[in-house]
């Protein structure tokens, strides 16, 4: 028996109208039927998604504290959301500057990654990862470095689907 995805993430957050909002308009997730079964519970799908729900979000309040992971406390730093295709990432680039949420971007070889914050300061990463197919040598050795999205997308184009024989078989 072992382990071979993660279902679902589960986040606490001070304003569940806010979150929805954010994670529906931004990221594209669907709020599912009986989604709001629990009181000050909502419960999202992603995009092609056929998880019974792939984000919960709790509401604690307005008043809640940061969270101190990384700095204070252990904790998580953050979920990576895996995108289809290297345009997929670029348009959520554009949506996440625009809503004020992106806060940073890699190019770590293998993935390109956009860094953002929801609502409530949870940090979470967007990855693209380059198909098997069209890894080098260069992307492998690469370490952490700027991402140059327009770049990749002339080398990629955007069509270029993610992950193949990297994350998925």
Not at 48 to 54: E, F, L, M, Q, T
Not at 65 to 87: I, K, M, N, Q
Request: hydrophobic share 40%.
């Amino acid at each position: 028996m072992s382990i071979f995805r993660l279902n679902h993430a589960v986040l606490y957050v001070r304003d569940l109208a806010e979150s929805v909002a954010f994670y529906r308009d931004v990221l594209g997730f669907g709020y599912i039927d009986g989604g709001d079964a629990h009181r000050g519970a909502a419960f999202l799908r992603a995009p092609g998604s056929v998880n019974d729900h792939d984000l919960g979000l709790f509401e604690i309040g307005a008043d809640a504290a940061d969270s101190g992971a990384g700095r204070t406390s252990v904790g998580l730093y953050h979920l990576a959301w895996e995108v289809d295709t290297l345009g997929d990432l670029e348009r959520l680039a554009a949506r996440l500057t625009e809503a004020g949420a992106l806060v940073g971007s890699s190019d770590h070889g293998t993935t390109k990654s956009l860094y953002a914050k929801d609502p409530s300061g949870l940090e979470f990463e967007v990855v693209w990862i380059i198909p098997r197919d069209l890894l080098t040598e260069e992307d492998r050795a690469k370490s952490l470095g700027r991402l140059d999205l327009a770049a990749e997308l002339a080398k990629y184009g955007p069509d270029a689907r993610s992950g193949v024989g990297i994350s998925r078989p």
